[in-house]
């Protein structure tokens, strides 16, 4: 089975925008809900809030049912315009790439270093600036040369990255959607990192960063999920099946044989998991769901997830603890706050940074491969002709 093999579907699907901007909610609210409940011990929260916080983000955590749905969607989507391109595919999916994830990623560590490492570091315990760390973060492969990231949500885009880096060695030796392949790749990881758990000179911040690599399991799942949607492909479905369960016993198997005593600590990840890939697979296929907030949140939902932490802190440190503490004991009002705000930011990120840099990728492509797309168009066009003459002659 090959990309080659697969219909693209010609138009941009709401629901897919709908994910996005749903996940980057749910991201926004485990990280603002659990920092409001957790960082001022001395105000007394709502009871019926801090229940509710409780179980959404420590019994089921919602943030890593955000991330999961990230993941599957940028599986589900990404690697197949690597088809669409009809000249130089992968130097045109590199270009618009970097383009497309840099320079929104670049100002959110500068604000992050700002903000985040340093402003409310200094002030909550301390974090100097280490401008060797701030140059490295600027890469987005900083956690593999064991250097910390600015943001802590920083290490999905390194996700991304490895994912892609994998589907262009995949695509070009036409085996993308190759169950034996991926399966390689992805045992490989679990091999490797269990390896490297008995090595006694790597340390726990290198092991938890090729624990983070077996996400790119649920990328692989969007990927055949959407060979098997779009062409009904029985024997993707089936890969499909195959990917997702190994990912899914990579992280919960040892919780699953413990399930039975229902144990807080081992229903969280399973839960979790299991209501993202639910989420996912009911959106795409059965319910669909779209219309014009969720467009308008998946455009700008990479902002949201990048600035999110940029715009709570500060709102925590400058404003929310100089609050009455009967409005501190709401912590959900600190989610709302920090997503309007958040959303606010992220419009304009997305209209002044992140659209003008699409279009800048997309332009450098067209000029680069401009003459050879004409030709071949033109090619098309003589082709298609002759095949029309043909059946009139």
């Keep these: 089975m090959t990309l080659s093999s697969t219909k693209l579907p010609p138009l941009r699907y709401q629901y897919l925008d709908f994910l996005r901007g749903f996940a980057a909610l749910l991201v926004i609210y485990q990280h603002t809900v659990d920092f409001a409940m957790m960082a001022r011990q001395d105000v007394i929260l709502n009871a019926t809030e801090s229940g ?19 993941l ?49 570091g200094s002030e909550h315990g301390g974090n100097e600036i280490s401008w060797l760390m701030f140059f490295a973060n600027l890469t987005m492969f900083q956690a593999f040369i064991g250097i910390e990231n600015i943001i802590g949500s920083y290490w999905t885009l390194t996700l991304e990255l490895l994912f892609y880096i994998t589907c262009i060695y995949l695509f070009k030796r036409k085996k993308l959607t190759s169950l034996k392949s991926i399966l390689m790749f992805f045992v490989g990881l679990l091999i490797l990192r269990e390896v490297l758990r008995h090595v006694p000179t790597i340390s726990a911040y290198y092991w938890n960063v090729f624990s983070y690599l077996r996400y790119t399991g649920y990328m692989f799942f969007g990927l055949l999920f959407r060979e098997w949607l779009f062409k009904g492909d029985k024997a993707a479905a089936k890969n499909a099946i195959i990917i997702l369960a190994l990912t899914f016993v990579s992280f919960a198997g040892k919780d699953i044989l413990r399930i039975w005593s229902l144990q807080a600590e081992y229903l969280k990840t ?12 009911l959106v795409t296929s059965i319910f669909k769901t779209g219309g014009k907030t969720g467009d308008f949140l998946g455009k700008i939902s990479y902002s949201m997830y990048l600035f999110h932490p940029v715009i709570f802190y500060p709102l925590y440190t400058y404003c929310w603890i100089t609050l009455p503490p009967e409005i501190q004991a709401h912590p959900h009002l600190f989610f709302l706050l920090s997503a309007i705000l958040t959303i606010i930011f992220s419009y304009f990120s997305y209209r002044w940074i992140e659209n003008p840099a699409i279009a800048w990728g997309k332009h450098i492509t067209q000029r680069r491969n401009g003459s050879r797309e004409q030709s071949q168009q033109l090619l098309f066009a003589q082709t298609e002709h002759g095949k029309t003459a043909t059946q009139i002659g």
Excluded at 81 to 102: D, E, G, N, Q, W
């Design 270 to 281: 399973p839960m979790t998991q299991f209501a993202a890939i639910a989420i996912f697979v």
């Design 72 to 120: 599957m969607v940028s599986g589900f989507v990404v690697p197949f315009s690597l088809a669409s391109y009809p000249v130089k595919p992968v130097t045109t999916f590199v270009i618009h790439r970097f383009f497309r994830l840099y320079p929104a990623y670049w100002l959110s560590a500068v604000l992050g270093l700002i903000f985040v490492w340093w402003r409310f």
């Design 52 to 70: 509710i916080a409780h179980f959404f983000t420590r019994q089921l955590g919602l943030g890593e049912a955000g991330v999961c749905i990230f």
